[in-house]
């Protein structure tokens, strides 16, 4: 397949939050457009389900909601494959719960892995390539919930750390574009995939409600059905090609028209 200026052969990719859903589509369609790609992802069954998909020393297992570590992670994505050149900033989690009853732990638990560990994976990158003298993108991973509020229940917290999200891929694009290293993002609207049938509390729709909601989601769209990972995925390698390399700062709304019904 012949990808033209689509095309990822010779780059370096880290996917954080890599093992399911709408990273690993990511990582499928980066492998495809010829990027070597190393998986960042807190589950250690990440390894186990990516069998086949890349090889063994290309998933690390980190948690990068934690308060350091990822320096550490970056060097070891550099140790496996050289110079990375690629950020895609995906991990994130969603729990729903009505604000009332939000508290200060289970804020700082959204904030550490959705904008804070995605702060802190984006300084370590761009300080391991630009200490290399190289340049590079990074694509941030956001949610239509930054935007506007959804018709999801109990987002709110989540739709504030998404939109801080959206906000620092406007400031990094500014503040590290002169070091030749573009920052862009991606706000996703309704995606089928593993995580969007669980809640913050971890309970699990039935299957006829959750065909229901998706159902009811995807009419509120301009061609009336839901995304897949792979809708993500295709947009993500657009961004890190060099077809992409006279936009930075942008969050591209990746919804069906969503943000717009």
Same mark, same amino acid.
């Given at each position: 397949?012949?990808? *033209?200026? #689509?095309?990822?052969?010779?780059?370096?990719?880290?996917?954080?939050?890599?093992?399911?859903?709408?990273?690993? @589509?990511?990582?499928?369609?980066?492998?495809?457009?010829?990027?070597?790609?190393?998986?960042?992802?807190?589950?250690?069954?990440?390894?186990?389900?990516?069998?086949? +998909?890349?090889?063994?020393?290309?998933?690390?297992?980190?948690?990068?909601?934690?308060?350091?570590?990822?320096?550490?992670? +970056?060097?070891?994505?550099?140790?496996?494959?050289? /110079?990375?050149?690629?950020?895609?900033?995906?991990? @994130?989690?969603?729990? !729903?719960? =009505?604000?009332?009853?939000?508290?200060?732990? &289970? #804020?700082?638990?959204?904030?550490?892995?959705?904008? /804070? *560990?995605?702060?802190?994976?984006?300084?370590? #990158?761009?300080? =391991?390539?630009?200490?290399?003298?190289?340049?590079?993108?990074?694509?941030?991973?956001?949610? +239509?919930?930054?935007?506007?509020? !959804? $018709? $999801?229940? &109990?987002?709110?917290?989540?739709?504030?750390?998404? @939109?801080?999200?959206?906000?620092?891929?406007?400031?990094?694009?500014?503040?590290? @574009?002169?070091?030749?290293? *573009?920052?862009?993002?991606?706000?996703?609207?309704?995606?089928? !995939?593993?995580?969007?049938?669980?809640?913050?509390?971890?309970?699990? &729709?039935?299957?006829?409600?959750?065909?229901? #909601?998706?159902?009811?989601?995807?009419?509120?769209?301009?061609?009336?059905?839901?995304?897949?990972?792979?809708?993500?995925?295709?947009?993500?390698?657009?961004?890190?090609?060099?077809?992409?390399?006279?936009? !930075?700062?942008?969050?591209?709304?990746?919804?069906?028209?969503?943000?717009?019904?």
């Amino acid at each position: 397949m012949t990808w *033209g200026p #689509f095309s990822l052969e010779g780059h370096a990719a880290l996917v954080t939050g890599g093992g399911r859903g709408i990273g690993r @589509g990511i990582v499928t369609r980066m492998l495809e457009a010829g990027a070597d790609v190393v998986v960042v992802d807190a589950d250690p069954g990440t390894r186990e389900a990516l069998a086949g +998909v890349v090889p063994e020393d290309r998933v690390i297992t980190a948690d990068i909601g934690l308060e350091s570590g990822h320096d550490r992670t +970056v060097a070891q994505a550099w140790e496996r494959v050289g /110079r990375v050149d690629i950020l895609v900033n995906c991990a @994130g989690i969603y729990p !729903s719960v =009505a604000f009332l009853d939000v508290t200060a732990e &289970f #804020f700082d638990q959204l904030y550490s892995v959705n904008l /804070r *560990g995605l702060a802190l994976m984006t300084r370590a #990158f761009a300080a =391991a390539l630009l200490a290399d003298g190289g340049t590079g993108k990074v694509v941030n991973i956001a949610s +239509v919930d930054g935007v506007r509020p !959804s $018709r $999801r229940a &109990f987002g709110s917290v989540y739709g504030a750390t998404k @939109g801080g999200v959206i906000a620092l891929t406007a400031h990094l694009a500014r503040e590290l @574009g002169s070091q030749g290293i *573009g920052v862009n993002g991606i706000s996703p609207g309704l995606i089928r !995939s593993e995580g969007v049938n669980r809640n913050r509390s971890g309970e699990v &729709f039935g299957p006829e409600e959750y065909e229901k #909601f998706m159902a009811r989601a995807a009419e509120r769209t301009v061609l009336d059905r839901f995304g897949t990972p792979d809708d993500i995925a295709k947009v993500v390698v657009f961004l890190a090609s060099s077809a992409a390399d006279y936009i !930075s700062g942008q969050t591209i709304a990746v919804d069906n028209g969503w943000t717009n019904s």
